[in-house]
């Protein structure tokens, strides 16, 4: 007690604070390994189930005088790829404020 009546909280102590540091940094990173997941899945359907698996369906369908099977294979995969980069700047820039490990 202090010279009030009040109760004095101790301090964390460093074993406690590294603890609570350390769980924080490996939610943190399962947050990031989550979204590299996602996002690359989505990079995958796009890039290979979508122009190899799915080609012949594609081609049904023409974007630009091209068959979208084709598109797929030849463009649309890099642009869903520079897309999925932007998303992940975004998604690990609110992430890294959320976690304060931000520059």
């Known amino acids: 007690m202090d010279t009030n009546g009040h109760m004095q909280h101790a301090a964390p102590s ?21 979204y590299m997941v996602v ?16 080609v012949n369906q594609l081609n049904a369908i023409h974007l630009g005088g091209f068959p979208l099977g084709f598109w797929f294979a030849q463009q649309g995969s890099i642009y869903i790829f520079v897309l999925l980069i932007l998303a992940y700047f975004l998604l690990m820039d609110r992430l890294d404020k959320e976690f304060d490990v931000h520059e």
């Open 14 to 34: 460093g074993d406690t604070a590294k603890a609570d540091n350390d769980a924080k940094m490996r939610r943190y990173w399962q947050r990031n390994l989550r």
């Open 39 to 54: 996002l690359l899945g989505i990079w995958f359907v796009a890039g290979y189930v979508l122009s190899i698996f799915f």
